[in-house]
């Protein structure tokens, strides 16, 4: 067991270290784009399914509150956390639509979404990015594998930070790690910290 453990820190931390420099800069694109965005008054909206629902959370949180210096709260809210919202939806509509329908109204042109699917595949994700489109918003994906139909959709002015994984687990490590890499990003360019 403890020879397991030692190699999921492994398989981990190479994987991390062999993605850095391919990520890099397209999590520079996706920080300056969020940042843009906060600085006209806009708001980030974050979306995913199990875990990449939890990544959401955490992305928003760190904005609303602080990453790790303190700062005024920046505008950001995971569209996976009111349940009434989401079951009526998913209810009325279908599930494919929670987060789109809710992007259709809380999104304005200017605005970023953070649609997170490790596949690229979960229908509702892409239908938010979809509806984002309509709403003239920015989407930065968060995907892995081959970036799946979420990473066929996206135009020019969109950002695919796509892990070349097949592991869930390790894709939704780096993910963390890029929500992180955001976080600081904002938090540096608005604070002047000096890198």
Do not use: W
Not at 37 to 45: E, S
Not at 71 to 80: E, S
Not at 149 to 168: F, G, M, W, Y
């Amino acid at each position: 067991m403890i020879e397991r453990i030692i190699g999921h820190f492994n398989e981990s931390a190479h994987l991390k270290l062999d993605v850095a420099e391919l990520l890099a800069p397209a999590i520079a694109s996706a920080a300056d784009h969020i940042l843009q965005c906060f600085l006209r008054d806009g708001k980030a909206l974050a979306c995913g399914n199990g875990g990449s629902a939890a990544d959401a959370q955490h992305f928003s949180s760190e904005m609303v509150n602080r990453f790790e210096l303190d700062r005024p709260g920046l505008p950001a809210i995971a569209l996976t956390t009111d349940t009434s919202t989401l079951t009526s939806i998913a209810n009325d509509f279908s599930y494919e639509q929670v987060f789109a329908r809710q992007v259709s109204t809380l999104g304005q042109p200017g605005d970023v979404l953070l649609a997170i699917s490790t596949s690229g595949g979960s229908p509702n994700i892409v239908a938010a990015a979809e509806a984002a489109r309509g709403r003239d918003m920015t989407v930065i994906a968060l995907t892995g594998r081959d970036g799946g139909k979420l990473a066929e959709q996206l135009s020019d002015r969109d950002v695919l930070i796509c892990v070349p994984a097949d592991s869930t687990a390790r894709i939704q490590e780096i993910h963390l790690l890029t929500i992180h890499c955001l976080c600081d990003a904002v938090d540096s360019a608005l604070l002047g910290v000096e890198t």
